[in-house]
Nanobody, 116 residues
Framework: QVHLVESGGGLVQAGGSLRLSCVAS????????MAWYRRAPGKQRELVAS???????NYGNAVKGRFTISRDNAKNMVYLQMNSLKPEDTAVYYC??????????WGQGTQVTVSS
């Protein structure tokens, strides 16, 4: 059973920063891609950023230049550094893991609230 646990969410003022962390456990299958998604109230879930096991990163247009994704393969962790936060970044952020067999897993989510 794979478990993804996010941490680091909270309340921050516009222009501030937060760092999200996610640790994956419970599977011997190698991780292919780890990613962060978010879902704002009344909106569909959207990709925030993803990173391959080789370190190739991809970002959603809304966060390019402000957010940075990174990972520690040895610790099975992925991070999301969020700078210059805006009220429209308010959402529940979910960690996602895609393993080499194509199976995907989700964390429970962590709330990020940006006040104006």
């Amino acid at each position: 059973q794979v478990h993804l646990v996010e941490s680091g969410g909270g309340l921050v003022q516009a222009g501030g920063s937060l760092r999200l962390s996610c640790v994956a456990s419970g599977s011997s299958a190698s991780t292919n891609v780890m990613a962060w998604y978010r879902r704002a109230p009344g909106k569909q879930r959207e990709l925030v950023a993803s990173i391959t096991r080789y370190g190739n990163a991809n970002y959603g247009n809304a966060v390019k230049g402000r957010f940075t994704i990174s990972r520690d393969n040895a610790k099975n962790m992925v991070y999301l550094q969020m700078n210059s936060l805006k009220p429209e970044d308010t959402a529940v952020y979910y960690c996602n893991k895609l393993d080499v067999y194509g199976s995907t897993y989700w964390g429970q989510g962590t709330q990020v609230t940006v006040s104006s």
